[in-house]
């Protein structure tokens, strides 16, 4: 058995020659490696990292808004703008953020992307924070070595735009927030879309979490105040959000700040953004969220039995499971959107639906009415309405 190893193998794309590696033994490039023509393995090629679920960001296309439906809301504190990316504002109302804001284009082999708008002209304090993040499970980074001196470097890449120009910033954070790593990135033309990237070397101290809770937390930043910042480039003891200097959003009143394609992955390369089947990315965010929107009147939420003359529990299972047991529901604040069905026929309901328990795969939810049901009889709970939905969260 034999090794060839070749770095910076480069196969010019004027040329019209095959490289055909046909060795029996293992097959190494420590380099770079241009193919112009084509690449012939007569035995296995294994990648060294995944070319597959190589992104541990979910929903870094922002294709899925469960919460919204594509609506602008109030950049609150822990509002969801699109699935898995949280607001975090030391003061509220600041900015409003929606999937698409603005209609501009996004970049080419995208469809979408999340927009923060500022609504005041506001000066954040020396401790506050104003920051797009999303909390990654643990279970998710765990081959990263995260405390440990086998600690992986990772490339963090996205694509952004803004009305703004200059030094913007993001991080990375463990969940005791003890840990953290800015870093710093250049918007040089307004309102144009640049593609990002960033390497940043592995933590090997700390405590990072590989169970079901935060792993990591990946932020970038729109707004942070001095005692909040610090320079660029390094792990520190403590939580960090920004780098000093960095361009406030929330500074100028009507800023645009736009974002897409964002992609953490294992690795000094920022690889083409993978972007996942939609159903595969919708299964992902239902991990964390589940809203079981109604399309029409008639919908049903899912079947059980009535166990009183005016209360019907209702069993909802969930198209997968959710990362943990959920403690309530949402649901539209309307009684009269929510119906129960017996062979009798419908009841409008006189109070909202209301949590009963939940596990990972299912929820009890029950259903009242002023009168009129059978103790023991089979029936559904349902929609009224196009306006009724039932949520739940099993948010990081």
Request: hydrophobic share 35%.
């Amino acid at each position: 058995m034999s090794t060839l190893k070749a770095t910076n193998i480069q196969n010019a794309a004027s040329s019209s020659t095959n490289i055909v590696l046909g060795t029996s033994g293992d097959v190494t490039v420590a380099g770079t490696s241009t193919f112009g023509g084509n690449g012939t393995f007569s035995g296995t090629a294994v990648m060294s990292s995944p070319y597959t679920m190589r992104n541990k960001i979910i929903n870094g296309a922002m294709v899925i808004d469960q919460r919204n439906a594509g609506a602008s809301i109030s950049g609150n504190n822990t509002s969801f703008g699109v699935d898995r990316f949280q607001v975090l504002a030391s003061v509220n109302s600041k900015f409003n953020i929606q999937q698409n804001a603005g209609s501009v284009t996004p970049p080419a082999g995208f469809s979408n992307y999340l927009g923060v708008t500022s609504t005041s002209a506001y000066t954040a304090g020396a401790t506050e924070i104003f920051v797009l993040v999303q909390k990654i499970e643990g279970l998710n980074i765990a081959d990263l070595a995260y405390g440990s001196a086998s600690a992986q470097t990772v490339t963090i890449s996205f694509w952004v735009r803004s009305s703004l120009t200059g030094t913007f910033s993001g991080y990375i954070q463990n969940s005791a927030a003890d840990r953290s790593y800015v870093f710093s990135y250049t918007i040089n033309a307004a309102n144009t879309w640049e593609q990002k990237s960033v390497t940043i070397a592995g933590d090997t101290t700390g405590t990072w979490l590989t169970s079901s809770g935060i792993g990591f937390r990946v932020g970038i930043t729109l707004a942070a105040g001095s005692s909040s910042t610090t320079t660029a480039g390094s792990w520190v003891a403590s939580d960090k959000y920004g780098v000093t200097g960095t361009t406030s959003i929330v500074g100028t009143n009507g800023a645009t700040f736009y974002i897409t394609g964002v992609q953490l992955e294992r690795g000094t390369i920022a690889t083409p953004f993978e972007y996942r089947i939609y159903q595969q990315e919708l299964a992902m965010c239902q991990r964390y969220y589940f809203k079981y929107t109604a399309p029409s009147s008639g919908t049903h939420f899912g079947a059980g039995f009535c166990n009183s003359t005016t209360a019907m529990q209702n069993l909802t299972v969930f198209p997968v499971p959710l990362r943990t047991n959920p403690t309530a529901i949402e649901q539209s604040g309307t009684a009269s959107d929510y119906r129960v069905l017996t062979s009798g026929g419908n009841t409008t309901c006189n109070a909202v639906p209301v949590f009963q328990d939940a596990g990972y795969f299912s929820a009890r939810t029950n259903f009242a009415v002023a009168s009129g049901l059978t103790a023991g009889q089979g029936a559904m709970g349902g929609a009224n309405t196009s306006s009724a939905y039932l949520a739940w969260s099993a948010e990081l």
